[in-house]
C-alpha cells in the first residue's frame, strides 16, 4: 500500500517511504528554488556554442547558484564534486563535467538542481551545439515532449503508471528506447524522495496521484536500446549501444487540477529545438 504523509512547516523531512503532501509553504518554496534552476538553464542557451567546456558549463552554474544565494544540490552529494552534470551524446546522464570541449553537432545535457531556502529545483535540458544532423535534432524534440505527455497525466485521480505510459508508448511509437535504469523521484526539502518515478509502464497502476505531491519527470531516451551501463568513474551512464541519448527535467507540484511545473523557463526556452 503507498504511504502518504501531510507535511506542514514544523515536519522534519526525513526519507521515510511515504510520499509526503506539501501545502502553500511548499508550493512557494518549491517556485523559488525552480525558477533559479530554470533561469540557470536559460542563461547557458547562448553559452552552449562548439568550442567550450563542460567545465566552463559547471562553472557557470556554480557561480550563477551561489550569487543568488543558493546552493548547487549535487555539490558533495554521494561524493558528487561538481554542480551540474554534463551528458554529450551518448551518455545517458551523471556526465561529469571537465576538459572535453563541445564540438559542432554534439548534443549535451545539463542536468542542474539548485537549494534555495532548503527546497530544491531539479531540472534539465538537452542542448544543441551548432549545427546538429536531424536524426539527433528529432530525438531531442520527441524526449521533450514525451516528458510533456507524461507531465500532461500528472492530475489528482491519475496514478504514476499513466505519466509512464504516455511518455514510453510516444517515445516507442517513434522506434526509440525508453531507459529503465533511472528514474524521476520525489522532491522538496529532499533531493532524492519518494515516490520512484518510473517513465516506462502500465496505465491504471502505481501510487495514485494526490494534490501537494512534488516529482520530477525526467525521461531518458536512446535512438537505439533502452540498455545502460555506467562507466569506470563510477557516474557516468552510457548507452550499450552507442546510440545518441537525450534527456528533459522538470520539477512539477500536483493541483486539483493540472500540475504546476516548478521549473518552466521564464524565457520561453524549455525545449532548445523550438526556441
Ligand atoms: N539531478 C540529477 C537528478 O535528476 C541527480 C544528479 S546526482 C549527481 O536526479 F550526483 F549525479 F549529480
Ligand atoms: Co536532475
Ligand atoms: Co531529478
Known sequence: ??????????????????????????????????????????????????????????DTVRRMTLEAGA????????????????????????????????????IVNVDVTSIVDGWH????????????????????????EAMMLGIEQARPGNRLGDVAHAIQ???EKHRYGVVRDFCGHGIGRLFHDAPEVVHAGRPGTGPELRPGMFFTVEPMINIGRPDCKVLDDGWTAVTRDRSLSAQFEHSIGITDGAPEIFTKSPAGLDCPVFG
Do not use: W
Not at 504523509?5 to 525552480?34: C, S, W, Y
Not at 529545483?121 to 521533450?144: M, Q, S, W
Open 1 to 58: 500500500m503507498t504511504d502518504y504523509q501531510t507535511v506542514g512547516l514544523d515536519t522534519l523531512h526525513a526519507r521515510n517511504g511515504a510520499i509526503k503532501l506539501h501545502g502553500p509553504e511548499g508550493f512557494e518554496g518549491m517556485r523559488k528554488a525552480g525558477r533559479l534552476s530554470a533561469q540557470i538553464l536559460d542563461a547557458l542557451v547562448p553559452l552552449i556554442v562548439p568550442g567550450i567546456t563542460t567545465e566552463e558549463i559547471d
Open 71 to 106: 546552493i548547487p544540490a549535487t555539490l558533495g552529494y554521494r561524493g558528487y564534486t561538481h554542480s551540474c552534470c554534463t551528458s554529450i551524446n551518448h551518455v545517458i546522464c551523471h556526465g561529469i563535467p571537465g576538459p572535453k570541449v563541445l564540438r559542432d553537432g554534439d
Open 121 to 144: 529545483g531539479d531540472t534539465n535540458r538537452t542542448y544543441l551545439v551548432g549545427d546538429v544532423p536531424i536524426k539527433a535534432r528529432r530525438l531531442v524534440e520527441v524526449t521533450y
Open 169 to 171: 508508448s510516444f517515445a
